[in-house]
Every structure is written in C-alpha cells, then in structure tokens.
C-alpha cells in the first residue's frame, strides 16, 4: 500500500526537462495530465453529488420522529425505529460471530501454520475467492440451509447475523493477517528466547502489538455488515415491522432494508424518508470510518 | 505443551470453517440446481430467448438476464477502467504526498459506501436526471441498465484505483529513474515504464472490478429494472442475474417449487461465472507478476 517516493514527484528533474520538450510532445502531455485530473474530479465529483444529493432529497425528514416512529406506508407517520434496533440485533450477532472467528484464523495462518502445507495452502486461496463471492450468493445459502432447510431457524437475527459474519469473515482474516504480518519477527523472537511458548507469544506479544490494526479492520468489517442488503433481501428482512427485535429468534429488518422498502415503495412521497434512512445509515458509517482512520493514524505503531 | 496443542487446534479450526463455508456455498446451490434441471431443460435454458419463469406459462431461457448482467458490468467498467486508472497514474506518479494524503482516504470513503445507497442514487438521480434526458434512442422509462450501470462503474472505481496504484507502487524506482535520465517526459514514464511494469496487477484489478460488477445486487434490483429484456438498447430497463435472484428471494417464494429452484440455478449461473474471474485474477497476479530486485 505504501509507496515510498525516494524523490518528490512534484519537483525532480523531468520538470526541467519538461520545459525544454518539442510542442507537440508538451500538448501531449499537457493533455495526459488534464486527463488524470478529469479522472480524480469525476471520482470525487461524483461521490460529492450522491452525499448531496441525497442529503438535500431527505433532510426535511431527518428528525426525531423518524428514530421513533415504527415503518408505516403514510409518509407522516414513517420511521425506522424497527430497522435501528434490527441493525443493533443482527450486526451485533454478526460481529460477536465473525470477530473471534476472523482474528482466531488470522493467527492461526500467520503463527501456526506450517507453510508449504498443501491444507494451509488451501484455507489461503480459499480466504482469497470467498472475499470476491458475491454477497447474494451468501444469502442463497442462508436461504437454503439456515433460514428453510436443515437449520430452519426462520426469517430471524440470528440467521441474518450468521450469514452477514460469513459475508464479512474474509474482510476481517485478511486485515487481521496484516497487521499481525506487520509485527516485527524480533519481537517473537525474543519473546521465545525467554522461554515463552509459541501461544504465550501470541498472546503476551503479537496481539497486543497488532491490535490496532486488527481493530481498524474489525470497524470497517462492521461498517460493511452494517450497509450490507443484498443478502438479507433472501432471509425475509423485507418487512414493515412494526415491533423491535428482542432477541435471536425474532423477526427483523435493518435500515437498509427500511430504506429499499421506502425507496421502492409506489407512493413517491416515501423516497424523502428513504433518504432520510440512507443520512442516517451514512452519519453512522462516517462516525465508524473516521473512527478507524483515527486508531490507524494515533495507536499504530511503525517498527 | 497441552494448552499449545488445544490453542493450535482451537485456531486451527476456525480457519479450517472458511472450507466448509465454501463446501456448504457450493452444495446448498447444487442440489436445487440439478433438480431444477430435472425439470427444465439445458438446452431451453442456454439457449432460448424468454425469461418468464414465476410466470404461466412459465419460459426460462436465461440470455435476457445474462444480457442484462453484460451490458450493466460493461458499462461499469467503460466508466471505472479509464477513470481509476487515471486516478491511479495521479496518485502514484503526479500527485504531491500532502495532496495524496487528502485524496486517498475520499477514495476510501467512496469504496465503503452501502450498495443500497449507489442504488437509491441510480434510481432516484442518474436515472431520472441523466438518461431519461439525455439518453437519444427509444423511450427510456425510470429503470435504465445504462443508468445501473454508470453507477456500478462508480462502485468499482476504488478497487481499480487502489489496486491499480499498488501495482504502480511496486514499480521501482530506479526504472523511472532511468526513463528520465534517457530525457523522457513524465507521460512517457507512465505510459511506457510504469503502466507496461504494473500490466499484471492492473488487469487483476480490472477482472476483480468486473467480478464485482456481475455480482453487484442493489444497484440493478433499484434500477435497472424487474423486465427481464433482451435488447441492444442499454437505456431501456433489464433485469440482471442477481436483480431477479433478489427480486425473486424477497417475495415469498414456497420452498420446492420450480420458481424457487430457479433462484439457485441463476445462482449457480452467477457463482461459476464470478468463481472463474476470481481465479483468473489470482492466477495473473501469481503468473505475471514480475519481480524486482
């Protein structure tokens, strides 16, 4: 990820030379340069008119009332109070699940695998393609096996939570991976050279020196759980519920799923409230994103 | 010793989960999937041209729906090929680290955006404001897979960028070096030195970029239409694989029925095609990734 720049590309010696190139060879490049910043500006451009636009398309129904209200069809009395605590139930069972599970991999991959073994080389490839499986195939298997088949837990949080750890397990392994990767092999070393055991290693030293990263990669594991709606689409989340979640086996839905159901609802007035679900959905997600950005940059450690 | 052995056991057997993720993700799709095939032939399902099958009479040739995956992920990556390539070639060989510090976390930002959301903007803003108005061929209605598409593209474009800009970063630098020293222009070093140098890793990218654009959900059930339409015209509404795997999923399909069965075979469909260009991905990383002293 990081590119250490020997020298600043702003001012080395092809500026100077840059000046004394053939016109048609400055046009040329002159125009490469437009072109690149056309790129970013259509990148940021674009990111800034969605924040925008949706931000204009819903405020007159950000407010308390849109907390508190339970989902309804008449525009005044629709809120996402369901889908609050629904998010809370299900990306709180999710992280519960697919945190240990992700971490518990990570070092069993990085500190106790023995390399070159063609299982542990297995796991790895395999980490690898279910990161890039499309998230609504994790729903068809939620949907075959967990919500109707052999489980038959039914429409609930925890099928929800169980399917959206498996969406995010990846994420969380591969992060993990990283910054435990990044703890320096001294401090290993010297932890055994002291008579610590590989296990008493890892948790007296390599944990504690990677969690940083660990967590920064854990928040934004949670922040994709918390967006995440494709797969919930298949576990029955798709509801007006007018009744929080209290526990595991029952009934849920999300703000993402409120938001689709508004947004798609025919009655055009419910988009604002559809859009109103989506600031929340992304002040939250800013909050969790700022907050990983700010662990990474104070609390980790360069060795 | 026997904690040593119970905590490598322990770990062990959460990563060995993973495997049995992917075994279940396969069965689950299989058995439905050869039953649907019991049912309903091969031959009907390559190769005729009429998707209809939650009605009566029910028709499942799946093309219209493959169609409409193709041309929503090859408008995405028309958008995020020259776009985060061109964000990548900024941030890696023109861009001041000060300025690259500001830029890469809004890219960061852009890449953690919800589906749900890029889907509320196709639907209730590119496709209203930019191809119903703009967009000169037939009679374009609120679902657009061009519409759909612009905005995959505009989901896609960080992992092209960042992957893109990796691949530059590993470029080393007494290469560019030696371009400029031999008089070239700062162009010319990206077109002829880095970009040939990071080839390996940016088509990875691309290909990851396309898997994620065929197996993007939100963005097509929101707004590229429920009417599965096999046409040239990219304006109109089409239904994609996974727009009518979610659109099916949400209603209350019963369990056994050839309507839900249809589901895991289009899933099945979805999976192979997003298996094959992960691997592919993998593998040209591994092949052609050259190695610098």
Same mark, same amino acid.
């Given at each position: 990820?990081?590119? !250490?720049?020997? #020298?600043?590309?702003?001012?080395?010696?092809?500026?100077?030379?840059?000046?004394?190139?053939?016109?048609?060879?400055?046009?040329?490049?002159?125009?490469? *340069?437009?072109?690149?910043?056309?790129?970013?500006?259509?990148?940021?451009?674009?990111?800034?008119?969605?924040?925008?636009?949706?931000?204009?398309?819903?405020?007159?129904?950000?407010?308390?009332?849109?907390?508190?209200?339970?989902?309804?069809? %008449?525009? !005044?009395?629709?809120?996402?109070?369901?889908?609050?605590? @629904?998010?809370?139930?299900?990306?709180?069972?999710?992280?519960?699940?697919?945190?240990? $599970?992700?971490?518990?991999?990570?070092?069993?991959?990085?500190?106790?695998?023995?390399?070159?073994?063609?299982?542990?080389?297995?796991?790895?490839?395999?980490?690898?393609?279910?990161?890039?499986?499309?998230? #609504?195939?994790?729903?068809?298997?939620?949907?075959?096996?967990? +919500?109707?088949?052999?489980?038959?837990?039914?429409?609930?949080?925890?099928?929800?939570? $169980?399917?959206?750890?498996?969406?995010?397990?990846?994420?969380?392994?591969?992060?993990? *991976?990283?910054?435990?990767?990044?703890?320096?092999?001294?401090? *290993?070393?010297?932890?055994?050279?002291?008579? +610590?055991?590989?296990?008493?290693?890892? =948790?007296?030293?390599?944990?504690?020196?990677?969690?940083? @990263?660990?967590?920064?990669?854990?928040?934004?594991?949670?922040? %994709?759980?918390?967006?995440?709606?494709?797969?919930?689409?298949?576990? /029955? @989340?798709?509801?007006?519920?007018?009744?929080?979640?209290?526990?595991?086996?029952? =009934?849920?839905?999300?703000?993402?799923?409120?938001?689709?159901?508004? +947004?798609?609802?025919?009655?055009?007035?419910?988009?604002?409230?559809?859009?109103?679900? #989506?600031?929340?959905?992304?002040?939250?997600?800013?909050?969790?994103?700022?907050?990983?950005?700010?662990?990474?940059?104070?609390?980790?450690?360069?060795? | 010793?026997?904690?040593?052995? #119970?905590?490598?056991?322990?770990?062990?057997?959460?990563?060995?989960?993973?495997?049995?993720?992917?075994?279940?993700?396969?069965?689950?799709?299989?058995?439905?999937?050869?039953?649907?095939?019991?049912?309903?032939?091969?031959?009907?399902?390559?190769?005729?041209?009429?998707?209809?099958?939650?009605?009566?009479?029910? *028709?499942? /040739?799946? &093309?219209?729906?493959?169609?409409?995956?193709?041309?929503?992920?090859?408008?995405?990556?028309?958008?995020?090929?020259?776009?985060?390539?061109?964000?990548?070639?900024?941030?890696?060989?023109?861009?001041?680290?000060?300025?690259?510090?500001?830029?890469?976390?809004?890219?960061?930002?852009?890449?953690?955006?919800?589906?749900?959301?890029?889907?509320?903007?196709?639907?209730?803003?590119?496709?209203?404001?930019?191809?119903?108005?703009? &967009?000169?061929? /037939?009679?374009?209605?609120?679902?657009?897979?061009?519409?759909?598409?612009?905005?995959?593209?505009?989901?896609? $474009?960080?992992?092209?960028?960042?992957?893109?800009?990796?691949?530059?970063?590993?470029?080393?630098?007494?290469?560019?070096?030696?371009?400029?020293?031999?008089?070239?222009? %700062?162009?010319?070093?990206?077109?002829?030195?880095?970009?040939?140098?990071?080839?390996?890793?940016?088509?990875?990218?691309?290909?990851?970029?396309?898997?994620?654009?065929?197996?993007?959900?939100?963005?097509?059930?929101? +707004?590229? /239409?429920?009417?599965?339409?096999?046409?040239?015209?990219?304006?109109?509404?089409?239904?994609?694989?996974?727009?009518?795997?979610?659109?099916?999923?949400?209603?209350?399909?019963?369990?056994?029925?050839?309507?839900?069965?249809?589901?895991?075979?289009?899933?099945?469909?979805?999976?192979?095609?997003?298996?094959?260009?992960?691997?592919?991905?993998?593998?040209?990383?591994?092949?052609?990734?050259?190695?610098?002293?």
């Amino acid at each position: 990820m990081s590119s !250490q720049t020997l #020298i600043d590309p702003s001012d080395d010696v092809s500026m100077s030379l840059a000046s004394n190139l053939a016109p048609t060879r400055r046009l040329r490049d002159g125009l490469f *340069r437009v072109l690149l910043f056309a790129s970013i500006g259509l990148a940021l451009g674009a990111l800034a008119v969605l924040l925008l636009r949706t931000w204009f398309d819903g405020k007159g129904a950000v407010n308390l009332k849109l907390l508190e209200n339970q989902p309804s069809e %008449r525009p !005044q009395r629709a809120g996402i109070q369901s889908g609050i605590w @629904g998010s809370l139930w299900v990306t709180g069972f999710c992280s519960l699940l697919s945190l240990p $599970l992700g971490v518990a991999t990570a070092v069993y991959l990085e500190e106790f695998a023995r390399k070159g073994r063609w299982y542990n080389h297995l796991i790895e490839v395999n980490i690898q393609n279910l990161a890039a499986v499309p998230s #609504i195939v994790y729903g068809i298997l939620g949907l075959a096996f967990i +919500a109707r088949g052999p489980l038959d837990w039914g429409p609930t949080v925890a099928t929800a939570g $169980l399917i959206l750890a498996l969406v995010v397990l990846p994420t969380v392994i591969i992060a993990s *991976r990283e910054a435990i990767r990044a703890v320096p092999g001294s401090l *290993r070393a010297g932890s055994m050279a002291l008579g +610590a055991t590989r296990w008493q290693t890892v =948790r007296k030293q390599v944990l504690p020196a990677a969690a940083p @990263g660990i967590a920064t990669g854990s928040i934004l594991a949670v922040s %994709r759980a918390i967006g995440e709606t494709a797969p919930l689409l298949l576990l /029955g @989340g798709l509801t007006f519920l007018t009744k929080n979640p209290s526990g595991l086996d029952d =009934r849920y839905t999300t703000v993402p799923l409120l938001a689709f159901n508004y +947004a798609t609802s025919p009655r055009a007035e419910l988009r604002e409230v559809a859009a109103a679900a #989506i600031i929340v959905l992304m002040l939250v997600l800013l909050c969790l994103n700022g907050a990983a950005i700010l662990i990474r940059n104070k609390f980790q450690r360069r060795w | 010793m026997f904690i040593e052995r #119970i905590a490598r056991g322990v770990l062990g057997s959460a990563a060995a989960l993973s495997v049995i993720t992917t075994i279940l993700i396969v069965f689950s799709l299989l058995e439905p999937t050869v039953e649907f095939f019991g049912e309903v032939s091969p031959k009907e399902f390559f190769t005729t041209t009429k998707w209809a099958p939650l009605f009566r009479p029910a *028709r499942f /040739g799946v &093309w219209p729906i493959v169609v409409g995956t193709l041309w929503v992920s090859l408008i995405a990556i028309l958008v995020a090929l020259p776009a985060g390539l061109g964000a990548a070639f900024y941030l890696s060989e023109y861009a001041r680290p000060g300025v690259r510090k500001v830029i890469k976390p809004i890219l960061e930002l852009l890449a953690g955006v919800p589906t749900i959301v890029f889907g509320f903007f196709a639907l209730t803003f590119i496709n209203p404001e930019l191809v119903k108005r703009f &967009w000169p061929v /037939g009679n374009v209605g609120a679902y657009s897979a061009l519409g759909a598409g612009l905005v995959t593209g505009l989901m896609i $474009l960080p992992i092209v960028a960042s992957l893109s800009e990796d691949a530059m970063a590993a470029v080393p630098q007494s290469l560019r070096h030696g371009a400029f020293a031999l008089g070239s222009s %700062r162009r010319e070093v990206c077109t002829k030195v880095v970009f040939p140098a990071a080839i390996s890793g940016i088509v990875a990218a691309t290909v990851l970029a396309v898997s994620r654009a065929v197996g993007e959900t939100m963005i097509a059930v929101l +707004a590229s /239409g429920q009417q599965a339409n096999l046409s040239k015209n990219p304006g109109l509404g089409m239904q994609t694989m996974t727009g009518f795997i979610g659109a099916a999923g949400s209603g209350d399909v019963a369990t056994g029925t050839i309507g839900y069965k249809t589901i895991f075979a289009v899933g099945s469909l979805l999976f192979a095609v997003t298996f094959a260009l992960n691997v592919l991905s993998i593998r040209i990383v591994r092949r052609f990734r050259q190695v610098y002293e």
